[in-house]
């Protein structure tokens, strides 16, 4: 049976983990997949999370199953968070999931098993978006995330939500677009909330990065906004960024709607997904993000590593834009977008001679991670950038 199986493409973003492990050249710069670095290169285990860890290891007294939903205490202690601590607690429940695919995939499953039959989705977007709604068996509607002047394009998610049909979901990005660095403004999350509430679709938001755009309050905006508008809503949230939990897979899925019954089936759904999937998220990272957030002074200082994250993102992004104009490519929007990710206009030969001449390693979409960029390669990446595209 198994001789009829058909050969699969690598993922290309993980493939690219492997390609540049592999090159020996000392000089390498990685840019792929989304993990922060700091300027010496490096991705650190929070101090905050070591503490918790420390705390962890001392007091926890059983590692018995705790069930498909997870730490519920990780899950509540989210909420203010997410969702604002004057937000009605008796119209969102959660649990957890492993990342932000988990909590991806249990939204879009959940989502189907309510009747959904498409996901309507700016692109570009994070591939795996894709992936999770083919998997889950939904029709994929795209619309233009970017207008060709690289702001977000309000108007083709107006032109989207015009022609909803009954059974939609919009996938939304709360912030730090992936992979463009391109987030909706304020004002424009201002409009978009009753946009989206007179279309009568379902908000699906990908919360994957907050307090990496401009602040964990900050990054919330468009969630919020979008919340008070709408009966109803899903959101997926990712711990791994935020508090640097790449590996120890730490998400959370949550619905939020006015009807307890409602609430308690998008849970209970949840749940039965949950169980015949991985059956319980992994533990120690919710655990850890849990004894972090009940803890005053522990807050404070992942608070504090998170802002110095993104001031020095912000830093990054600012030398970058300095370039200003690299041959064709205006560097400028560069210094105003948000996040782990910009893109740059580069052909796929183009990527293929950075990787090549220069060991500089980039998704084939012309994504770049800007936390791979240090103080020890920044110059060069210009300077290589300057070669393959002057
Ligand atoms: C990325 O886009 O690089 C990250 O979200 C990691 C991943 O799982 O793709």
């Not at 755009?213 to 109803?232: C, I, Q, S």
């Not at 105003?336 to 990787?355: C, H, T």
Request: aromatic content about 6%; glycine content about 10%; overall charge negative.
């Amino acid at each position: 049976m198994l001789e009829t199986l058909n050969a699969q493409p690598a993922d290309a973003l993980l493939a690219l983990i492997k390609l540049h492990n592999a090159d020996p050249r000392p000089t390498k710069i990685d840019l792929g997949v989304g993990v922060y670095r700091t300027g010496e290169g490096d991705t650190p285990v929070f101090g905050a999370i070591k503490a918790a860890e420390r705390v962890l290891l001392e007091t926890q007294d059983s590692k018995a199953y705790l069930g498909p939903e997870g730490d519920m205490g990780f899950v509540h202690a989210l909420i203010p968070y997410v969702f604002g601590t004057e937000f009605d607690r008796s119209r969102v429940e959660g649990m957890q999931a492993p990342g932000g695919t988990g909590a991806v995939r249990l939204a879009v499953e959940v989502a189907a098993r309510a009747g959904a039959k498409r996901i309507l989705m700016g692109t570009p977007s994070w591939p795996n978006h894709a992936q999770i709604v083919a998997a889950a068996g939904l029709e994929l509607k795209t619309f233009k995330h970017m207008t060709d002047e690289g702001t977000a394009d309000l108007e083709a998610l107006r032109g989207v939500l015009a022609e909803a049909a009954p059974g939609d979901v919009v996938l939304l990005h709360g912030c730090c677009h992936n992979p463009t660095g391109v987030d909706y403004t304020p004002a424009q999350w201002d409009e978009i909330a009753p946009m989206v509430a007179a279309a009568g679709v379902l908000p699906l938001i990908d919360l994957a990065y907050q307090g990496l755009g401009d602040g964990m309050e900050e990054d919330a905006y468009g969630l919020r906004k979008v919340l008070a508008a709408v009966p109803e809503a899903l959101v997926a949230y990712s711990c791994d960024k935020n508090f640097g939990l790449y590996r120890d897979r730490v998400g959370a899925f949550y619905a939020v709607t006015g009807d307890a019954q409602a609430l308690a089936h998008a849970m209970a759904n949840g749940a039965t997904i949950a169980r015949a999937s991985w059956s319980m998220p992994p533990d120690h990272g919710a655990a850890a993000v849990r004894l972090i957030l009940g803890d005053a002074a522990l807050t404070a200082q992942w608070i504090d590593e998170l802002t110095a994250m993104r001031a020095r993102m912000a830093e990054v992004r600012e030398r970058l834009a300095a370039a200003q104009q690299i041959g064709p490519i205006n560097m400028a929007p560069l210094g105003l977008q948000k996040g782990l990710f910009s893109m740059l206009p580069l052909s796929g030969e183009q990527i293929m001679a950075l990787r090549e001449r220069h060991g500089v390693y980039m998704a084939g979409s012309g994504r770049v991670n800007i936390a791979g960029l240090t103080t020890g390669n920044l110059e060069s990446f210009i300077s290589a950038l300057r070669d393959v595209a002057a």
